[in-house]
């Protein structure tokens, strides 16, 4: 009981819950990028589609 209320007390379990800004930063520059590496595909292949109908 004694470790359970020292794990549970006093909030611990809340902070360690909590990111830091700093992870919190990271994701959303991996999800820009994501979201940017996703477009760069789209647009590739739109190219790449161009290009096979313009050799025919």
Request: hydrophobic residues 35%; aromatic residues 0%.
């Amino acid at each position: 009981m004694k470790i359970v209320s020292e794990v549970l007390g006093g909030g611990r379990i809340e902070k360690m819950l909590n990111e830091p800004p700093s992870t919190s930063n990271k994701r959303e520059r991996l999800q820009n990028s994501i979201a940017l590496l996703k477009e760069s595909k789209e647009t590739m292949e739109q190219v790449m589609d161009g290009v096979v109908v313009s050799s025919d």
